[in-house]
T-cell receptor
Framework: RKEVEQDPGPFNVPEGATVAFNCTYSNSASQSFFWYRQDCRKEPKLLMSVYSSGNEDGRFTAQLNRASQYISLLIRDSKLSDSATYLCVVLLRSSASKIIFGSGTRLSIRP | DTEVTQTPKHLVMGMTNKKSLKCEQHMGHRAMYWYKQKAKKPPELMFVYSYEKLSINESVPSRFSPECPNSSLLNLHLHALQPEDSALYLC????????????FGSGTRLTVV
């Protein structure tokens, strides 16, 4: 079993739609959680951290369920510019930091 | 300055060449990382430096040799690479153990011929 698993995608949705991504992680020692966005042939960029209380940043809402070892990302009113690969990322608790990437979910927004 | 700068952006090298990738950050981050990313795959961790000391080596072949000359610089020395080593090499840095996330450089796209 992979340490971080994501929806395989691709998601192809119309502009203005709401889309949700899910991610599960297997290591209960996981400490911190993030969603990164990666555009084609570019580096990953931090979209938002994910907290148990849930957090929102504009059209983006992230949620963490530690009991179920589950992370989600909700994008409301999607824009063409939201088209990218979304990576679920988990930081393992250890003496040296180590982040594990999910395989990514490709999102394509159509006009 | 909130950037991680990587040079060169593109590199083509032969299997007998020796080259180096460079990474620099001036955010005061004390942890720096090398990742390798193949097309349509997520980044894979190669090395972690914490306070200028190598703390994680993910069983990377010895043809890849990391070096951390100081807290702002991270190098990756390449020697006798194989065509399958062609990939995007990403450098990242983090404050502390990374609980606030990592900042990535734009990468070096390496082609081994």
């Amino acid at each position: 079993r992979k340490e971080v698993e994501q929806d395989p995608g691709p998601f192809n949705v119309p502009e203005g739609a709401t889309v949700a991504f899910n991610c599960t992680y297997s290591n209960s020692a996981s400490q911190s959680f993030f969603w990164y966005r990666q555009d084609c042939r570019k580096e990953p960029k931090l979209l938002m951290s994910v907290y148990s209380s849930g957090n929102e940043d504009g059209r983006f809402t992230a949620q963490l369920n530690r009991a179920s070892q589950y992370i989600s990302l909700l994008i409301r009113d999607s824009k063409l510019s939201d088209s990218a690969t979304y990576l679920c990322v988990v930081l393992l608790r250890s003496s040296a930091s180590k982040i594990i990437f999910g395989s990514g979910t490709r999102l394509s927004i159509r006009p | 300055d909130t950037e991680v700068t990587q040079t060169p952006k593109h590199l083509v090298m032969g299997m007998t060449n020796k080259k180096s990738l460079k990474c620099e950050q001036h955010m005061g981050h004390r942890a720096m990382y090398w990742y390798k990313q193949k097309a349509k795959k997520p980044p894979e961790l190669m090395f972690v430096y914490s306070y200028e000391k190598l703390s994680i080596n993910e069983s990377v072949p010895s043809r890849f040799s990391p070096e951390c000359p100081n807290s702002s610089l991270l190098n990756l020395h390449l020697h006798a690479l194989q065509p399958e080593d062609s990939a995007l090499y990403l450098c990242a840095s983090s404050q502390g153990l990374g609980a606030s996330g990592y900042t990535f450089g734009s990468g070096t796209r390496l082609t081994v011929v």
